[in-house]
């Protein structure tokens, strides 16, 4: 399967950005999606998660309140919608199908998408 993430850009403080990740050439439809960031110098760090249904969602203590996830499964398309950023937020986000469990572990992710990267100025 190939993800393909996209939205990042340049944003102020306070402001936001919708990302989305299509699939294409595999199953999507009945796996549980995340997303992730890495920013400079720093390891990969789980942001939000979504079920196969999109019935459930999880997220990082970080963003919660502030980034919405949803998945369109007629479209092959998983969303990171994202308010009132903030520079700590500035990372490269990249999306990741699950292997089985509905999970905040990188590892528990076998595909992942390119990355799109995402700039907030104070």
């Known amino acids: 399967v190939q993800l393909q993430a996209s939205g990042g850009g340049l944003v102020q403080a306070g402001g936001s950005l919708r990302l989305s990740c299509a699939a294409s050439g595999g199953t999507f439809s009945n796996r549980h999606m995340g997303w992730f960031r890495q920013g400079p110098g720093k390891e990969r760090e789980f942001v939000a998660a979504?079920?196969?249904?999109?019935?459930?969602?999880y997220y990082a203590d970080s963003v919660k309140g502030r980034f919405i996830i949803s998945r369109d499964n007629a479209k092959n398309t998983v969303y990171l919608q994202m308010n009132s950023l903030k520079p700590e937020d500035t990372a490269v986000y990249y999306c990741?199908?699950?292997?089985?469990?509905?999970?905040?572990?990188?590892?528990?992710?076998?595909?992942w998408g390119q990355g799109t990267q995402v700039t907030v100025s104070s």
């Open positions: 990741a199908r699950s292997r089985t469990y509905f999970s905040s572990s990188v590892a528990s992710y076998d595909y």
């Open positions: 979504i079920t196969w249904s999109g019935g459930r969602t």
